[in-house]
DNA sequence: TGAAATGTTGGGGCG
DNA sequence: ACGCCCCAACATTTC
């Protein structure tokens, strides 16, 4: 029996683990968690990702300890630190799950030959994804550009494996040094912004606990509840699934057992709803893998030299929450504060960025990776791409949203604009949307940086500027 | 997983 | 009673 290195990655969780079931059959387990802060990594984790790395952690560690088997937590160059690890340990093996990012994926390549040239053999399961990227191919072999034929393609190859009990996990006995979790800095100090993070809850019992509390309600009338940012009815469990805290496939049986028991077609549809929401994850890492520039560079090549705006102190007031539209501002508001945006304000505020202020959707982008918990490389990019009009099955470019008939639409109320825009308070349902339409416009609130109709015409016309070449061609 | 402009239809007011 | 206009309401087209 030898020792097995479990490299933890972005699968923080005890049950169905394939990489840990792998390793804890071979004998003793070193669980290792490696902060790594390589400067060659385009895509270095952003602020609100590390306040829930940490707490993430801090929950697995707590679990681990539950059945005597200490979380080596090691900070530094990943392949020094595993072959260190394994020269302490005596480990003959590391299994991690496999990662479908660029940067990590080329990471663990390298990493792997190094581990063979010293006789450390690698184990990589499959665990992030329902469907491998590679596996899903067209008719004609290629990747999939159009969403709706990408998820019936996985669909019908169906086939998930059942969720896998966690294993007895055997500990090292020769028990390596780690680091101390505190000593990483991964909280946010001087100031703390991260008060507002205080309604989630972080490790693989908060996932599992969304998730139950997402059958037990917001499922119920998901398929439209989904896209009002009002009321609480989506899952929640985007920041969980990216830090790997509970499986695709757990959600995905998880499914299909309530469509059984449930035994009601309005139920199995909001559920297929869902999935299909989950189908939107498997698309964009499909996308990502098969182009790995899809985080910095147009997938339409006619997009590639669009007539961007550079203007900084516009790019501010979006990123401050302060454009003068309730909708766009409450959702950067509640993203600054809470570490996440409704989707469908994300799609609102996405598109007033680059098509009200033509600003580069790479910026967004960017204050995204920053700012959200569930910051996740292939969703953010691909959901950038397909709001400015760029991306693979993308929104066309013509279809702008308006923010204030996208307020009244989804948030007739205003209390989602109410939540976050204290200064609207008191503003009556009919301006809520359109504040400087008031007799007295409401103090502490501003105008709108540009007026709806010119921006609207203004992004059409630069829309046909690059479109040219392609209609005469 | 839009919005605005343009086109069409049909009911009712009114000369 | 009839034609005409107005204009919702809905449908289609365009961006």
Redesign the pocket.
């Given at each position: 029996m030898k020792n097995t290195i479990l490299w933890l990655r972005n699968d923080l969780r005890l049950h169905d683990n394939p990489a840990l079931c792998e390793a804890a059959q071979r004998g003793q387990v070193i669980p290792l968690y490696i902060y790594d802060e390589d400067r060659q990594n385009p895509w270095p984790m952003g602020g609100a990702s590390k306040w829930w790395l940490h707490h993430s952690l801090t929950a697995l560690a707590k679990e681990l300890q539950k059945h005597n088997v200490p979380l080596i937590l090691r900070r530094g160059d990943a392949q020094r630190i595993l072959l260190e690890l394994a020269e302490e340990s005596g480990a003959d093996m590391v299994c991690w799950t496999r990662s479908y990012a660029p940067y990590e994926m080329a990471r663990d390549e390298r990493i792997t030959k190094a581990l063979g040239q010293k006789n450390i053999a690698v184990k990589e399961s499959q665990g992030f994804l329902l469907f491998a990227p590679e596996k899903i191919r067209t008719q004609q072999g290629g990747c999939f550009k159009v969403?709706t034929p990408f998820w019936k393609a996985c669909l019908k190859q169906g086939n998930i494996a059942q969720p896998l009990p966690m294993p007895k996990i055997e500990p090292c006995d020769r028990s390596p040094a780690s680091d101390r979790l505190e000593d990483w800095g991964l909280l946010p100090s001087q100031p703390d912004w991260s008060g507002g993070f205080a309604q989630w809850q972080p490790g693989e019992a908060g996932a599992q606990m969304r998730w139950e509390k997402f059958l037990n309600g917001p499922l119920e009338n998901y398929s439209n509840g989904r896209d009002m940012p009002g009321i609480d009815n989506t899952s929640r469990l985007s920041p969980h699934l990216h830090f790997g805290e509970i499986s695709p496939r757990q959600i995905w049986h998880s499914v299909e057992f309530h469509k059984m028991m449930r035994q009601s077609t309005i139920v199995s549809q909001h559920l297929d709803k869902f999935l299909a929401?989950m189908g939107?994850r498997e698309f964009s890492y499909h996308l990502l893998y098969h182009f790995p520039q899809l985080p910095e560079l147009a997938f339409r090549e006619d997009f590639r030299d669009f007539p961007w705006s550079k203007d900084q102190s516009l790019l501010q007031a979006w990123q401050q929450g302060r454009t003068g539209y309730p909708m766009v501002d409450a959702g950067m508001r509640e993203l600054w504060h809470s570490g996440t945006m409704h989707n469908r304000v994300r799609?609102i505020a996405a598109s007033f960025l680059t098509k009200h202020l033509l600003i580069p959707w790479q910026e967004g982008a960017k204050w995204f990776w920053d700012c959200l918990l569930d910051a996740d490389l292939a969703n953010n990019s691909a959901g950038w791409q397909w709001v400015a009009g760029c991306g693979a099955d993308a929104?066309p470019y013509?279809?702008?949203?308006?923010p204030v008939?996208?307020g009244q639409?989804f948030d007739p109320d205003g209390e989602y604009v109410r939540k976050w825009l204290p200064e609207l308070r008191d503003v009556p349902k009919k301006y809520i949307h359109c504040p400087w339409q008031m007799e007295r416009v409401p103090e502490g609130y501003m105008l709108p940086v540009v007026e709806?109709g010119f921006a609207?015409d203004r992004a059409?016309k630069a829309y046909g500027q690059i479109k040219k070449p392609f209609s005469t061609g």
């Open positions: 969403y929401e939107w799609m929104a013509f279809r702008i949203f308006n008939l996208q639409k709806h609207r059409l």
